[in-house]
């Protein structure tokens, strides 16, 4: 069966240093891959999409992701955070059942920004 | 540019109540999908629907039921409410037919049952 897996629930970093997201994915066939962003209370954003093609993604906010098939992982990475990039992430894979509306998310990873 | 809305945005019921989500599509979008997060939750796919037929379905419980009007809005009717209803329910639309078939989601409507 299709799943997400996000070791880390809780991530804190200082402002200025870098971040890595973990997520893995369990999928029979070649996925899509997506990272978004809920801040309390909002609505999903996608932050970057993987389908095909080059494995290094870049999305919104200086994001970027790399699938990374033999290790069946799509890390998030942002080489500085910001104070708003505080946020609960969620990796998420699509593509099952031919349409890739049908997403399964993982639990999220709470990001906090120390000052 | 026009985004997905929801309503109502808070929705408060007692148990065994209905209640009845709306969802507006982003104009020109020909899917809309529906998903439940609950407390601390991801969010679970529940259904979804292209050109106004459901086009696949998740962990939409037999108490909830949905569709999708000629002018592409969609309802999401629950009754029977129970406590563990209580969640964010999200809509996202997009476009399939020669589009990416990105997701755009709404902000959510939040229901509380109490």
């Known amino acids: 069966a299709q799943s997400v897996t996000q070791p880390d629930i809780h991530i804190t970093v200082s402002e200025g240093a870098s971040l890595e997201l973990r997520c893995n994915y369990s999928?029979?066939?070649?996925?899509?891959l997506f990272w978004y962003v809920q801040s309390p209370g909002q609505g999903l954003q996608l932050l970057l999409k993987y389908f095909s093609g080059d494995t290094l993604v870049q999305g919104i906010k200086g994001f970027e992701a790399e699938f990374k098939r033999s290790q069946s992982s799509f890390n998030l990475r942002k080489p500085s955070v910001h104070w708003s990039d505080a946020a609960e992430y969620f990796c998420?894979?699509?593509?099952?059942?031919?349409?890739?509306?049908?997403?399964?998310f993982g639990k999220g990873t709470k990001l906090s920004v120390k000052p | 540019a026009a985004g997905v809305i929801q309503s109502p945005r808070h929705l408060i019921k007692e148990k065994r109540e209905t209640a009845t989500l709306k969802c507006y599509p982003i104009p020109r979008h020909d899917t809309v999908y529906w998903y439940q997060q609950g407390p601390g939750q991801d969010p679970q796919f529940l259904i979804s629907f292209y050109e106004k037929m459901q086009s696949d379905k998740g962990s939409i419980p037999d108490r909830f039921s949905a569709q999708q009007f000629s002018d592409y809005h969609s309802e999401l009717n629950m009754s029977s409410l129970e406590l563990g209803d209580s969640a964010l329910y999200f809509c996202a639309s997009s476009l399939l037919a020669g589009g990416t078939g990105e997701l755009f989601f709404g902000e959510g409507s939040r229901l509380t049952v109490l």
């Open positions: 998420a894979v699509g593509g099952y059942g031919g349409s890739q509306g049908n997403l399964i």
């Open positions: 999928y029979g066939a070649t996925p899509y």
